[in-house]
């Protein structure tokens, strides 16, 4: 689509946004607004961390609205094949999305010819929660810290690779190396774990991963974390150095799970979805099962949302564009 006609998308959905917000059907509609059970779209397989984040604030939210909220898994094609499923919905508020920052604002950033864009074909709602990636190295490898694996890595450049399964880790790796002007190859792998897999065996000079595979081997040894790619160190590694304290403070990646629905959602019902998810991921007992699973709870507006994910498009962007980064739909 060309930017011409995709401007012209956007501004006919924005117009039927506005004329939903004014119709008095719709705000009929809303005043009654849940009278039956929600949808909740999780582009991911089952028991993944947005499938689990999203059955946690699932079952608040269902108490807060009174009906039943239901998730349906629709994995494929990095999600977006589920982000193209729920643009094509009624726009009623009866369909949510769980978009994770890989189907969204890195999607969006990736590839010039997606389908969907988050905050234009999307209404974000509220985020769920985000987290910082890890990066990790063979445990006998002789660098002690990010400056060192830099170091070793300028003087031994056929030696420097990385593992990447997606491209929320190639854009984070990339970065690294536009900061630090650290050569390295990337060598693409189908899952986190043959990823962590790979720096484990020594296949890999490291990786950049998100949690959940890489700490439990961190925790045995199997690999050596030398950096979260944060401002501030990690709960759950809270030895890990920030990649700020390791003399890179730009390398700042986290990623984000959350809420969105279509453009057309009528203005009450987005109203109605957006309180009512704020309460339920601020919920105390909610929030603390989120912190246990190392990841810092959201709740915000979905002004504020919406503003992060625009940030992270053009931050990614520009990563993209600088280290001339390709990748295939």
Known sequence: MSPFNFGRAALGALALFAGAAFDPAAA??????????????????AGGGNDIFAR????????ILGQPVIN???????GRIAAEYVMNQPRDGYTLFVGASGVMSIAAAAYPNLSYHPTKTFIPLSMIANFPLIMVVPPEHPAKNVKELVEWAKKN????????????????????????????????YKSSN??????????????????????????????????VTDSVRSAEVPDVPSMAESGFPEVDIKL??????????????????????????K??????????????????????????????????AEVIKAANLKFDN
Not at 285 to 304: F, I
């Open 28 to 45: 009929q509609d809303a005043a009654s607004f849940p009278n039956k059970p929600i949808r909740v779209i999780v582009p991911f397989a």
């Open 56 to 63: 946690l604030v699932g079952n608040k939210l269902s108490e």
């Open 283 to 316: 919920d105390p007992d909610v929030s603390s099962k989120l912190k246990a699973m190392a990841v810092t709870p959201g709740g915000q507006p979905s002004s504020e949302f919406r503003a992060m994910i625009d940030r992270d498009i053009r931050n990614i």
């Open 194 to 227: 043959e990823m962590i897999l790979s720096v484990m065996q020594g296949q890999t000079l490291f990786a950049i991963s998100d949690g959940p595979p890489a700490i439990p081997q961190i925790k045995a040894g199997k690999v050596k974390a030398l950096a």
């Open 157 to 188: 450049p056929e030696k420097s690779n990385y593992a990447s399964t997606s491209p929320a880790f190639t854009t984070a790796s990339e970065l690294l190396k536009l900061k630090s002007g650290m050569p390295g190859q990337m060598i693409p």
């Open 256 to 281: 984000f799970s959350g809420y969105f629905v279509p453009v057309g959602t009528p203005e009450p019902i987005v109203a109605k979805l957006e309180m009512a998810l704020q309460k339920a991921i």
């Open 72 to 78: 349906e898994n629709k994995p494929g094609a990095g």
